[in-house]
């Protein structure tokens, strides 16, 4: 059976609201992090990448204001901050010639 995420409220709840906390806060600081490798990434790269990188930059930006606001983070928002940071990595670590 599948395990289902609990909540605040559910009576067989173990949710803790500082858990909760600290995910959005992590994710917060996980778009900026994207963000800065963009920002921070050596001239070569950051051309090859220019499409890549605008797009992953922008959607980091937005996904981070977005949870800080909402100070929380939804499996997908976090699926896509950790697809887009793998991808940030893989052209920082591979496209170095």
Known sequence: MAKTRQLPGDPDSNWNKQDDDQAWKDAVKQAADIVDSID???EEIADKAMDF???VRT???SI???IEKTRRVSEK???ALDNWE???NRWLENHHD
Request: hydrophobic share 35%.
């Open 59 to 61: 959607g980091a930006v």
């Open 77 to 79: 928002q976090q699926k």
């Open 40 to 42: 921070n990434a050596p």
């Open 64 to 66: 981070g204001e977005t």
């Open 53 to 55: 990188f605008e797009s």
């Open 86 to 88: 793998a991808g940030v």
